[in-house]
């Protein structure tokens, strides 16, 4: 018979696909960062690069408290909205909506963070983990600061300038 999965198990399931996402979210920065178009967005996605590698660091801390080696697990929903936004970047290149096309993407990227990291403070503190709460609070207030970011980028330059025809 199968052993019965505990919260345990989610919760160590879940931060392997956040690893992973994560590492993915790193290769794809770069990538974004040269696709567009406005200096303004260009640095966005390159700061929001560093700040991936401290929450890939955080998620090791993580994987350390509960006595786990730091191992992603293929996460399908980050590859299908990196695959999106690559579509995004191949179809729209040189339009003047690619940077709003851009834009949607990393929100895709940054609300399912958020999702995964918003559950795993929820599952940490159920399971007395003290010491993750405070690096997963940490890493899920830099998404949400980021995902605002974003939003004033897209309302004040990229979806404004994606209205006019080239």
């Known amino acids: 018979m199968a052993t019965t999965k505990t919260l345990d198990d989610l919760f160590l399931d879940?931060?392997?696909?956040?690893?992973?996402a994560e590492k993915q979210i790193?290769?794809?920065?770069?990538?974004?960062?040269?696709?567009a178009q406005?200096?303004?967005?260009?640095?966005?996605?390159?700061?929001?690069?560093?700040?991936?590698?401290?929450?890939i660091d955080r998620l090791e801390q993580v994987f350390e408290i509960?006595?786990?080696?730091?191992?992603?697990?293929?996460c399908e929903a980050i590859q299908g909205i990196i695959?999106?936004?690559?579509?995004?970047?191949?179809e729209f290149k040189g339009s003047p909506a690619l940077?709003?096309?851009?834009?949607?993407?990393?929100?895709?990227?940054?609300?399912?963070?958020?999702?995964r990291y918003g559950t795993l403070i929820a599952?940490?503190?159920?399971?007395?983990?003290?010491?993750?709460?405070?690096?997963?609070?940490?890493?899920?207030?830099e998404e949400e600061a980021t995902d605002q970011k974003l939003t004033q980028l897209a309302k004040a330059s990229a979806n404004p300038k994606g209205t006019k025809a080239a």
């Open 14 to 20: 879940t931060l392997k696909d956040i690893y992973y």
């Open 26 to 35: 790193l290769k794809a920065l770069p990538k974004m960062a040269r696709a």
């Open 38 to 55: 406005s200096e303004e967005g260009r640095a966005g996605f390159l700061q929001h690069r560093d700040e991936t590698q401290g929450q």
């Open 66 to 74: 509960i006595g786990k080696p730091a191992r992603g697990k293929t």
């Open 83 to 90: 695959a999106e936004g690559e579509e995004i970047m191949e």
């Open 99 to 115: 940077d709003a096309g851009l834009i949607s993407s990393a929100q895709a990227v940054e609300h399912y963070e958020i999702a």
């Open 123 to 141: 599952w940490a503190s159920q399971l007395g983990l003290k010491n993750a709460i405070p690096l997963l609070q940490t890493s899920l207030k």
